[in-house]
């Protein structure tokens, strides 16, 4: 043996000796070694202040990060952020309903009829009924931005996440999921930043029960026409509905469906700092532009779908053929069948439809007494269908987002499944129960 | 001392934030993060930006009317898979 290839042979028994005497190997030991005398240096020469420096941020985390406190106040700012955006947005939606019916009664006129019909009830009732919430939508991500500009929103995903590891989920799920929020598209692939694979699929599996910012167009329609002083409490029971149904849900898959155990974390919360008005604006800009651009290519092209099959009369048959189903759940119109049909290429495209097939009615009024009037509706109908819209089948972008994560049809169809019946049954049982009371 | 951490990883029962970690090893914010980046180079732990979803890759970009990309959400240290308790 060469003294080169015996030197070698020393260095590999003693790296195998240090390993079997500590347990580790040499470059962890040397590093350990290195901080250890660092932190002993330290506590000797280092005289530390009999009352330890509390920071604004600790003050701040003592409530936010707070055990019992924290996820209270994430629903209580949860809750204000909804107020503030109808609040906010409710005297700037009617002046862009008033713009529409001075705009779309001179379209109607306009000859030939089926022109006249096609701009005033398709593009101006349908379209412009999706995009008379822009306010809305520009309200409520600047609140978004400024909670996560500040800082906020990090803490509040870090507070639900100790709430779901406490029922044998994994913590980093949550964080997919108040992504859900915005969109659900985005969500389910930052779940692709969970190594465990069980957790990964349960996580992509909720995922779609958040309520996007797509629903909200719905809510605000209906919330306006059926709740005039309660808009902000009753789409915050639907976030609200939303999140205890997803926890609710990924339990129930983790035990049922994909078992396993999960990882534990640590998390860097990033430091609270003041959100500039640049960074909300640039925020707020991207994500509304990307609405409006929406409003003026699917949901305009979901909208000329539905007026052309409404003016040639085969909508109506479709509607009826489906309708049945919905029945139980008090809104077992050809109508919102249609709306729900549609809803799936894009959930705005509800309020679209809506718009197309009660052309006319503009504003929450106006909806409100064509609903009531023309479907019989009532705030509990109204309440069971925004459920519906909630949960049911998650929109096509969704699903195709789904079936290239989890790369599986079967999982695919199960969601599309699985959303459709727990929508159906959520929906029922409000209308049902609701029925015995009001 | 990076034993330790790697204690406290395995022994978590929930999950819980840097300061919270400092605190349990009484050693500065500062000096863990440089610990904890010699962890993750050593392969003994994974550190995830978080929230970042990669919206590029996403054919629904141009049509998405509701981006949740580059949401700041933090970063996260983990055990890689297999490694945790009873993994």
Known sequence: MSPHEDILRVRDESLEHLRKVH????????????????SGLMKDVLTKPAVARVTATDRI?????????GIPLFLLILYA??????????????????????????????????????????????VGAVLAFIPIILLLYIALSILEDTGY????????????HKIGLHGRSFVSLILGFGCSVPAVMSARTIENPSDRLVTILVTPLMSCGARLPVYALLAGAFFTAYQGLVVFAMYA?????????????????VPGESGHFVMELPPYRLPTITSVAAHVWERSWAFISRAGSIIFVAVLVIWAMNYFGVLESIGRAVAPVFGPAGFGQWQPAIAMIFGVLAKETVVGTFGTLFAGAEGSSGFAAALSGQLGWTPLVAFAFMTMILLYIPCVATLGIIKKETGSWKWTVFTIAYTFVLGWTVATLIYQIGRLFI | MLAEIMKQFREADEPFDLNELARRLDVAPGALEGMLATLVRQGKLREVEIGSADCRECRSRLSCAHLAGGAALGKVYELPPGQHRGG
């Open chain 1, 241 to 257: 509905i939303g999140v205890v149904l997803a926890i609710l849900l990924a339990w129930l898959f983790r035990k049922r469906l």
């Open chain 1, 81 to 126: 952020v909804f107020q503030f955006t109808f609040a906010v947005s409710a005297p700037l939606i009617d002046l862009i309903n008033t713009g529409l019916d001075k705009l779309a009664a001179p379209a109607a006129g306009i000859t030939p009829g089926w022109l006249g019909s096609l701009l005033a009830d398709g593009i101006i009732g349908g």
């Open chain 1, 23 to 38: 347990g580790d190997d040499a470059e962890t030991l040397i590093a350990d070694a290195r901080y250890g005398f660092i």
């Open chain 1, 153 to 164: 929103l990090a803490r509040a995903a870090f507070v639900m996440d100790r709430l779901m």
């Open chain 1, 61 to 69: 985390d003592g409530f936010v990060l707070n055990r019992w406190l």
